[in-house]
C-alpha cells in the first residue's frame, strides 16, 4: 500500500496470490484489516501497522470519498477510471468506503458495477473479500441485525448488498465466489 498506483504491480502480486487457495489469500486480506483500516489502525493498541501505511490509507479514503461525491450517469467511465487508479495501491480501504456507501444508497449499485470495468484482478479479489466481511461473513460487522424491526423483512443494507453481489458476479463471473457461497 506504500506504493504509488501502479496496475503492474498490482497484476504481478496477483499473479503470485492467484495460486493461493481462496482461504489463504482472504486470511491475508484480513490480517491487515484486522489491525484497522485508516483511522482506525491508529487506535488499536498496540499499533500494528507502520505510520506511513496508515498515511496512505487515509489519503486513499479521502481520494475515494472526493470521487464517490462526484460520481453521476454521466461521468461512469472517467469515475470508473478514477476509482480503478485510486484502488491498486489500497483497495481495502476503496472498497470497504463503497460497500459503505452502496448499504445507504441502492441507486448506486448498478452506477458502482459499472465503474469496476478498469480495476485490476486482485482488486476485485479484494472486493470479493469485502462483500463476504460486509455480509457478516468476517469479524467487524456481524453483530448487525439482518432484519428489520417487524421481524420478517431483511434490512436495507443486507439487501442492498445483496443485490450488489447479484450485478457484480454476474458482470464479473472470473471472480472466486467460493468464499461467499
Not at 503492474?8 to 502480486?13: A, G
Not at 498496540?46 to 470519498?65: D, F, H, N
Not at 460486509?134 to 439482518?146: E, T
Not at 428489520?148 to 450488489?164: P, R
Request: hydrophobic share 40%; with cysteine.
Amino acid at each position: 500500500s506504500l506504493f504509488p498506483a501502479n496496475p503492474s504491480i498490482s497484476m504481478e502480486l496477483w499473479s503470485a496470490l492467484a495460486k493461493l487457495p481462496y482461504q489463504i489469500r482472504y486470511g491475508l486480506y484480513g490480517s491487515s484489516r484486522l489491525a484497522g483500516l485508516e483511522k482506525g489502525a491508529t487506535r488499536t493498541s498496540p499499533r500494528t501497522k507502520a505510520l506511513p501505511v496508515i498515511e496512505s490509507e487515509v489519503q486513499t479514503g479521502i481520494e475515494i470519498r472526493y470521487s464517490l461525491k462526484r460520481l453521476s450517469k454521466d461521468n461512469i467511465k472517467e469515475t470508473g477510471r478514477q476509482l480503478s487508479k485510486i484502488s491498486h495501491s489500497n483497495p481495502l480501504v476503496v472498497f470497504t468506503t463503497i460497500l459503505n456507501q452502496i448499504e445507504s444508497y441502492d441507486n448506486l449499485i448498478q452506477m458502482m458495477v459499472d465503474t469496476f470495468v478498469h480495476v485490476t484482478e486482485l482488486s476485485l479479489d479484494v472486493l470479493g473479500y469485502c462483500l463476504l466481511v460486509a455480509l457478516g461473513g468476517g469479524d467487524s460487522k456481524g453483530g448487525r441485525s439482518k432484519l428489520k424491526e417487524d421481524g420478517v423483512n431483511a434490512a436495507q443494507w443486507l439487501s442492498s448488498l445483496e443485490t450488489f453481489a447479484g450485478a457484480f458476479y454476474k458482470k464479473f463471473p472470473s471472480v472466486e465466489m467460493h468464499g461467499l457461497l
